[in-house]
């Protein structure tokens, strides 16, 4: 099955500076990859997302890109805030699983004032 | 719309013990799914539920079950209760077009199940 691996898996930055998160996929049959942030005691808020047609997303500050030939995605976060602090988690998913998505292990940013 | 709702949002519960949880979708959406969040695990697919059939399991055992009702609400059963099933169960909802493609999924607000 996919297996999806995140790093770092904490990241501090100084506000205002810009934060990158990565995930690899295993899976070539992966097409879809959604980015979900987590605040502490909250649920896990989708953020942006990109299919496997689309090489990069932009939302505001938020970014994601795609290398299907390496089998990576990254997100990118610029003039960190401080409500920008969370947990993130980048997850993968094929048309043939439905909607089951297998998450990364989660990235910790804290964005210090 | 209103979001994901789920029900109830604190559990403690014996080992040994069986617990239901319930979740209802954002209006329209047909799809719910569930999860397992612990902090040694990480989030883990449970099972999907769609028209009332489950289309994907995850690595569970069998006393984990669930089953969606007609309305699309869903609810999950856990049995026979272990210390590790402790954790943060929470639901996703999404719209499913006919053509199957993977579509949004936006969550509930989990509920914290403690086994003790």
């Known amino acids: 099955g996919e297996n999806v691996e995140q790093h770092p898996s904490t990241l501090s930055v100084q506000e205002g500076d810009s934060a990158v998160i990565k995930c690899t996929y295993s899976?070539?049959?992966?097409?879809?990859f959604p980015w979900y942030k987590q605040e502490l005691g909250k649920r896990p808020q989708l953020i942006i997302d990109i299919r496997s047609n689309v090489g990069e997303k932009k939302d505001q500050r938020i970014a994601v890109t795609l290398n299907k030939t390496a089998k990576h995605f990254s997100l990118h976060i610029t003039e960190t805030q401080p409500e920008d602090s969370a947990v993130y988690f980048c997850a993968a998913s094929t048309n043939n699983a439905g909607n089951m998505l297998t998450f990364g292990g989660g990235t910790r940013l804290m964005v210090k004032p | 719309k209103a979001g994901v709702t789920q029900t109830p949002r604190y559990l403690i519960k014996t080992r040994g013990q069986q617990v239901t949880l319930s979740c209802s979708p954002i209006s329209g959406h047909r799809s719910v799914s569930w999860y397992q969040q612990t902090p040694g695990q990480g989030l883990q697919f449970l099972f999907e539920?769609?028209?009332?059939?489950?289309?994907n399991k995850g690595n569970f055992p069998g006393r984990f079950s669930g089953r969606q009702f007609s309305n699309s609400r869903s609810e999950m059963n856990v049995s026979t209760l272990e210390l590790g099933d402790s954790a943060l169960y929470l639901c996703?909802?999404?719209?499913?077009?006919?053509?199957?493609?993977?579509?949004?999924?936006?969550f509930g607000p989990g509920t914290r199940l403690t086994v003790t």
């Open positions: 996703a909802s999404s719209l499913l077009p006919s053509g199957g493609a993977v579509y949004e999924q936006y």
């Open positions: 539920y769609f028209s009332e059939t489950q289309r």
């Open positions: 899976d070539s049959a992966s097409n879809y």
